[in-house]
């Protein structure tokens, strides 16, 4: 192959994988906040968000995510106080299990950031589960700094990345 075909096949390539993550993207995201809608409750789908036991409840008036500061994986009081929603939403909602995923802002390795999500997640998980909810019930997840929320080298996006977000689904006898 010449130089020259080369060139224009990497050329396209590029161009095929721009297109695909604008798509991604335009469709809110990689997964982290679209797997809310697919995985959240069951055969009802997420439900309406007025309906208090509904998986749309859960994100929008509960609250799924908590944030963090820099390079932390510290519950912060604010976070505190979301997480005891849900916990309370959890109590009351027993057929639905938690998968909560770790992510981590742009700065720093990908390895760190994949350390630091876990590290986040497990912090909600271990805070879930002292105040009371079954730990059988809850997963972690890290994605690190691969499925951010905001898309900019700005500290407003990379707050909104420091988080660890809670995705609720149907357990299995449902």
Known sequence: ???????????????VAAALSLA???????GGDDAIELRG????????????????YFNTVVGDRVLFEVDQSTLTAAARATLDAQVRWL????????????HADEQGTREYNLALG???????RDY???????????????YGKE????????????????RAVTVISAGPGV
């Open 1 to 15: 192959m010449t130089p020259i075909l080369t060139s224009r096949f990497a050329a396209r390539t590029a161009l």
């Open 24 to 30: 991604a993207c335009s469709q809110g995201g990689l």
């Open 41 to 56: 409750g069951g055969a009802g789908g997420t439900g309406a968000a007025s309906d208090p036991r509904s998986p749309a």
């Open 91 to 102: 109590r009351d909602n027993p057929e639905y299990d938690a998968l909560i995923e770790g």
């Open 118 to 124: 876990a590290r986040r997640a497990s912090a909600v």
């Open 128 to 142: 879930l589960v002292s105040q009371g909810i079954p730990d059988a019930r809850l997963r972690t997840i890290s």
């Open 147 to 162: 499925r951010p929320l905001e898309i900019c080298s700005e500290e407003a996006c990379y707050r909104q990345n420091r």
